[in-house]
């Protein structure tokens, strides 16, 4: 089969805020290095970095310290979260944070002091989430990607998809990554000495989901697929507050962001009750998970909005000071028709992070010499929840970690290997499989597995329900495997990646499923309703999912508590 070939030193897959911090990094590491980033959308519009609304939680503020940021985010993801790997996120996200100020070239919102100012999100306690509006996101990338464009010499593939990763003939390292080409449908094969996985995972498997279109979990699906291990994969985050404009646009999932709750907004069901209290002590400020649980029981119940959800309401908060403090909010639910600032807006939980990922060392190695994973790929940092602001704070300063790491690694790994021309050759045409099949409805299919994650993985499990969806996947897989793409054309032929976006949700949703089988307890953002107690925190173990010869096994092993151990604290207020 025909497929074109480069190569390059440093190959960066994805161009979110890891991948942009691993290039920018790389590049000043070593400026001889040949860095390349391969994305699946465009430099600086795609991806979910750009998409972050809230903000950047960092221990910069009096009062606040690293090690509260620390417990914070130990708490908040239920004692699972790998520790040295969380001590590595709160405390390089305080210089990480500098450098995008001062080398970057962000600024973020300010007190009246010239100080960073920090907003309160829900599951902290203390206000550090630093932030620029409620468009933070946009600031970040536009300022990394003139970075980028600056720079000749970090080279740029848009549009291109990667598909495959290739170990090398010995089988010791990786050897390059398989890519389609979705401008001019051409397969090419990237070789490289270090690879970084950063394609922002994006569980958009569910029928309300928060990530950006072009994301598919299409990077633990290729790292599943060369016999990776993936850790944590049943922790799957609900944002509680998706906007639900009913079933006809796309707006509907996308998220309000966790501030409004943050800052004193309130959730009523459709009876027009405060139903928070009968959860939680901390009302709309609990975690995501929490209030995700609490307004899912509520539909349960039937006491829903109009399109089947429940209400937000700031309007008692002075609609003059929300329509100051959330513009961008409240533009975006004006284009949908709601009053964010003075009425009532119809929210849905919905599908926004994934705290499961490749198993990866604080450096950003795996186990595979030569690929390394950051950002949303990784998994470790948030153990069972993913504190708001977490979130590109991981991808900023772990990204910039493997872009530290990388130039060091190909100076010491010896001279590159050829890739094992058989894998090679049977991913192409794994790839290829859609054309030369019947075109059947890709969009049912697709319904279906919206129906299938969002009724029996969602927010609410039990054993039944998981039984049912694993088998519920089978048929879906089946039933994809024998659909195909209509004609030969591969050029710019969106059905055909349409396909191939399916292939990847499928397989990890059969992973995420099998996961929350496994785990027979309830933590975070994980649910059984048949096993509703978290378990003893100082016996906690993490799922490790592993697919070797076609068969996915899940193992487990016990956290390391490396800093710190349930019913202990570090709290160290700074001066
Ligand atoms: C609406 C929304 C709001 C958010 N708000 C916040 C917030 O306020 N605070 C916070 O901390 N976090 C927030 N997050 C989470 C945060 O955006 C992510 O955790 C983080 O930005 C992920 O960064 P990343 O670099 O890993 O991935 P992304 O920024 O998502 O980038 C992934 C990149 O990989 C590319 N890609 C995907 N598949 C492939 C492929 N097969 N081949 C090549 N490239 C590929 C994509 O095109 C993209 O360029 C929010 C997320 C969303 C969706």
Redesign the pocket.
Known sequence: MLIDRAITDILI????????FAALHAHRADPDLAVTI????L?GK????????????VALHKGDSIERHFMDTIEGGKWLPHQELAWTLVTRAVERVRELENEIGCFFDRNPDGTLHGKA?AGQTFDR?V?KGDL??IEI?NRLMEQVWARPGIARLEE????ALIPARDGASLAGVL?ADIRSGALRFIAAGAVLL?????PTMYRYH???G???M??LA?ALRLGLPLRDMEMVQF?PTGLLAGPDTRMTG??L??GLRGSGGHLLNGVMQRFMGNYDPDLERATRDVVSRAIYSEMRAGRTSPHGGVYIKMGHLGPQRVAKEFKGMVDRCRDCGFDLAGGLVEVVPTA??LMGGLICNPDTSTELPGLFV?????SGMHGAN???????????VF?GIAGDVMPAWLARSGPRRPPDEEVLQAEAARVLHAFGKKPGDLNRLRERLFDVMWEDVGVIRNADGLVRAIAALDEVEAELLATGVAGGERRFNLTWHDWLNMR?LVETSRVIAAAARWRENSRGAHFRADFPAAGNFAESCFSIARRTAGKLAISDAPVVFSHVRPGETLMKESA
């Open positions: 897959l994805g161009s979110g805020g890891a991948g942009l391969a994305t699946k959308g430099l795609c991806g979910c970095t750009r998409m972050v609304q809230g903000g950047y939680n999100f989430t932030h933070t996101g990338i291109h998809r990667a598909v890519f950063a394609t922002g995972g994006g928060t990530p950006s072009d994301k598919s299409d990077g290729v944002h996308t998220v962001e966790e926004h992070y950051a950002g949303e790929d990784a993913r504190l708001g602001g977490n979130g590109v704070a991981n991808s900023t990204g990847s």
